[in-house]
């Protein structure tokens, strides 16, 4: 077979993909810039187990993981709470990412699949409408399909020239500016709720969480905007009145990340070019998880670039990828960038009313635990949602956002449906175009 793969980047999706391929035969190396050993942030991620098994990876010893408490989400005001009652055999695992990111290339360098770390990608190399390679800190590197792994701000991608049709990156609005630390534990005080979301906390726009553990005190503080360490020093006052057990030492973290929160890219595959993970944005628009998607998403590609058995590697062969990504997960994901945008357009007194008024349950809440394996709360019906509104919502003001956003719900999943179900260049440029017209 002897055909040659760049994986660029060494994210979740793309060392898994990279593992697939190479264990049917195909030449794989991963190009990624931080030196052996430090990839991932000192912080734990949560994910769906089942991930891992649809991607043929095994699970990490007992002693890496542990089962996620469910959650607990309150309104600005914190005095209304919605736990998650999420059945047993669905629980999300909690790892330390540097251990995800070891048991990933573990698993892909029992395969074969070669990394060459501290060499930074710089940018694609195109020989006329083809993606051919890529540019490298240690030169360039030639090859038959390039998976783009290298994140939201990826230079691959970026780089792209326009005629592909591929959006180089996202807007300000479309990441959120996530600060995450773990604290020492102030006090041995019980609670109710050990992992406490927050929306809109201190009526200021963006998520929140504190999650009490054993010996310390997770904490994870987004904002849909820039944001000083003086406005986060300034809110982790106030989340400690709401949390004695919240104490003031950085124990581990205190970093500084941006996250892709939007719908998926419209076009994710040109001529030996594919993008996957945070370059193709599959993290969940609301709150920004995204490794059980891009796990999945893995399988598919590699199903893909394997199924070209003249390895061509077009945007004609690797359509297939995109069309099946959208169906079972990508077309959930993207009316949740519609719910996104919303909740930045309601005000804290909206947002209270919401969660007092019932237009928003547990069962909403449990629905949604599954965002990263479903991608989706709209198992139910458009017309079962407007009905809820107008039978539950008796705030005219409110009623007025509410209903028109139910309208962009139902047309973004139209629109997906109507993505072409072949490559054909101008009527996926076209759909692309109505597509990215949905969101605005």
């Known amino acids: 077979m002897n055909k040659k793969i760049i994986v660029a980047g060494l994210g979740h999706g793309g060392i898994s993909a990279a593992a697939i391929l190479a264990a049917n035969g195909y030449d794989v190396t991963v190009y990624e810039k931080k030196k052996e050993g430090t990839l991932g942030y000192d912080w734990t991620d949560i994910f769906a187990p089942r991930s891992l098994e649809y991607a043929g990876i ?126 020492n534990k102030a006090s041995d005080e019980e609670v109710d709720a050990k992992f406490r979301i927050m929306l809109f906390g201190k009526g200021i726009k963006g998520i929140s969480w504190v999650a009490s553990e054993d010996e310390y005190t997770d904490v994870l503080i987004g904002r849909f905007e820039d944001v000083t360490k003086e406005e986060i020093d300034d809110f982790l006052v106030w989340l400690r009145e709401k949390n004695p057990r919240l ?35 599959m993290t969940v628009p609301l709150i920004g998880s995204g490794i059980a998607n891009t796990l999945k998403a893995s399988k598919m590609l590699a199903d893909t670039v394997i199924a070209d058995k003249n390895g061509e590697f077009t945007a004609k062969t690797l359509w297939r990828y995109q069309t099946e990504y959208y169906k079972k997960i990508g077309a959930g994901l993207a009316p949740l960038a519609c719910g996104k945008k919303l909740l930045l357009t309601l005000t ?93």
């Open 247 to 281: 104490g003031t030492e950085v124990v581990r973290g205190g970093q500084f990340v941006e996250i892709p929160v939007r719908q998926p890219l419209s076009v994710m595959v040109a001529d030996g070019y594919a993008a996957i993970g945070d370059s193709a944005f």
């Open 58 to 183: 095994p699970m990490p010893p007992e002693d890496k993981y542990e089962y996620k408490e469910d959650m607990t989400f309150f309104a600005p005001t914190c005095e209304k709470g919605l736990r998650q009652h999420v059945p047993e055999d669905q629980l999300e695992i909690k790892m330390e990412r540097r251990d995800i990111y070891e048991h990933l290339i573990n698993h892909a360098l029992g395969f074969g699949v070669k990394i060459e770390y501290e060499c930074e990608v710089l940018g694609p190399i195109m020989l006329g409408n083809r993606v051919a390679g890529i540019r490298t800190s240690k030169g360039d590197v030639y090859g038959d399909l390039v998976i783009d792994a290298c994140g939201m701000n990826s230079p691959v991608r970026s780089n792209l020239p326009e005629f592909l049709g591929i959006e180089k990156g996202p807007d300000r609005s479309e990441k959120i500016t996530i600060y995450r630390a773990f604290y």
């Open 348 to 440: 804290p007194d909206e947002i209270d009313y919401c969660f007092s008024s019932g237009m928003i349950t547990e069962d909403d809440i449990t629905m949604g635990a599954d965002f990263g394996d479903m991608g989706s709360l709209l198992d139910g019906d458009i017309n079962d949602m407007i009905n809820k509104i107008k039978t539950v919502c008796k705030d005219p003001n409110l009623l007025k956002k509410l209903l028109p956003v139910v309208g962009k719900i139902s047309k973004a999943v139209a629109t997906c449906a109507m993505m072409p179900k072949k490559w054909n260049r101008e009527r996926v440029l076209a759909w692309s175009k109505v597509y990215s017209y949905s969101f605005r």
